[in-house]
């Protein structure tokens, strides 16, 4: 019996995904919900389970193919259960001797009551080779390893790094040994024009990701469709950080999770939210959609781009309960498992550029949301306290704001109570 792979359902607007990668070729063996396939949609990657125990008998839809809900991917022949075959192998191994290995007929003649049609069936679905012994087969394994080049530790790095052909290299070792020379020799030489293009051109092309796609379509629409504009401000960190360090053995240990910057960010700007609703909003058509509850987008680098997961109901959440579901939602994000759900439903964003130790930015939407707020690196820097010169860790704010709906001044207002909640941090516990 064989079984379709097909396109599962991908979530709420999406009806086309990209075939990432296969995680296996045909005709190998796959056990019922073991991943096989890698799809990639705007949004999120996933993996396709197989739907049955059995072998990859043909791959439908390959790498890079645009493939829509239901599409079919491939086709799973469904096997008995592998002891059983295994068990009917050893009946027959006494019978077929090793020099007798390559004429299945004689061996049928021999001993037909041993061969049913059932068993004739099972190894008829693999390749003829699998009528071997496991003894015989071993041996022509080894065989075929021995044959194979012995390459020092210091030859297998060169190899790996360059992508050497091995095949158009001739050893002047011993026995024909590959030496390190011969590699350097190999590489000192100028390839002919034709060649010199492909191996060694200093231009790749690439398409690009459909995540990728996708982030370009959309910073190049908050461009083009709102009134971008952006307000500076700075923020002492000097509080924070004396806070963070007195008592963070005593939250760890009481939460098992350190006290991190974001928590306090997040706290703060739902406090500016609250008061100038107008940042929490969104334009549809000509109406303004006031957002009466706070979901915190927050931006996450990862290998394949920038990803935007949502903490929701981030305002009856505890600074604890933050830092947990930023690290669960983070590590969700960085190993791909991130679902449709985690990066829907924002109101808010906040951008930490500062940790790849940027100065200023000026972050752009992440629409339909109205406002970001940037965060950066914190720098000792000279501040006039009191008349007095002193240093303090000092970081730069940025709010990138729709400025249709939100005029100058709740920018800046929005932005200065930031400030004033993070430079004195006991405000947040009082709600003030």
Do not use: C
């Not at 022949?77 to 192998?89: A, F, L, W």
């Not at 041996?139 to 030859?155: F, G, I, N, R, Y």
């Not at 609250?274 to 959609?289: L, M, Q, R, S």
């Amino acid at each position: 019996m064989s079984e379709k792979i097909v396109v599962p359902a991908l979530g709420e607007s999406i009806t086309e995904a990209t075939v990432s990668k296969w995680l296996k070729i045909e005709g190998d063996k796959v056990d019922a919900d073991e991943p096989i396939v890698e799809l990639e949609t705007d949004k999120v990657n996933l993996e396709v389970p197989s739907p049955i125990t059995g072998i990859l008998t043909e791959i439908i839809s390959k790498d890079g193919a645009i493939v829509e809900v239901g599409a079919n991917l491939g086709i799973i022949k469904e096997v008995k259960d592998s002891s059983q075959k295994e068990e009917k192998i050893n009946k027959i191994k006494p019978t077929i001797q090793k020099n007798e290995v390559t004429n299945l007929e004689t061996s049928k003649e021999k001993e037909p009551e041993l061969l049913t049609n059932e068993l004739t069936e099972d190894l008829e679905e693999q390749e003829r080779p699998l009528i071997l012994t496991e003894e015989v087969k071993n041996e022509l394994d080894t065989k075929q390893t021995s044959t194979k080049q012995v390459l020092s530790p210091a030859v297998r790095k060169i190899v790996e790094e360059n992508n050497i052909n091995l095949d158009t290299v001739k050893g002047s070792g011993k026995d024909g040994r590959l030496l390190k020379g011969d590699l350097i020799n190999l590489m000192s030489k100028n390839p002919p024009p034709s060649e010199r293009k492909v191996k060694y051109g200093q231009e790749e092309r690439i398409k690009m990701t459909r995540l990728r796609q996708t982030i370009a379509k959309r910073l190049k629409q908050a461009q083009e469709n709102a009134a971008l504009l952006t307000t500076f401000n700075e923020v002492d960190m000097t509080n924070i950080i004396k806070m963070r360090k007195n008592n963070q053995d005593d939250f760890q240990n009481r939460f098992g999770i350190k006290l991190g910057m974001m928590s306090f960010f997040v706290k703060a700007s739902i406090v500016a939210l609250k008061n100038f609703p107008a940042v929490n909003a969104e334009i549809e058509g000509d109406e303004i959609i006031y957002k009466n509850y706070y979901n915190i987008s927050f931006a996450v680098g990862t290998d394949k781009g920038l990803v935007v997961p949502v903490l929701k109901d981030a305002d009856v959440m505890s600074f604890a309960d933050i830092e947990k579901n930023i690290k669960e939602v983070s590590d969700k994000a960085k190993s791909g498992k991130l679902t449709i759900e985690d990066l829907q439903g924002g109101t808010f964003t906040i951008s930490n550029g500062g940790v790849y130790g940027s100065m200023l930015s000026t972050p752009i939407l992440n629409l339909p949301q109205s406002g970001v707020l940037g965060m950066h690196n914190i720098v000792d820097r000279p501040v006039v306290i009191d008349g007095e010169i002193k240093i303090r860790p000092v970081m730069y704010l940025a709010l990138s704001y729709d400025h249709r709906i939100i005029d100058g001044k709740e920018s800046v207002s929005f932005l200065k109570m930031i400030k004033e909640n993070l430079e004195d941090p006991r405000r947040l516990f009082l709600d003030i």
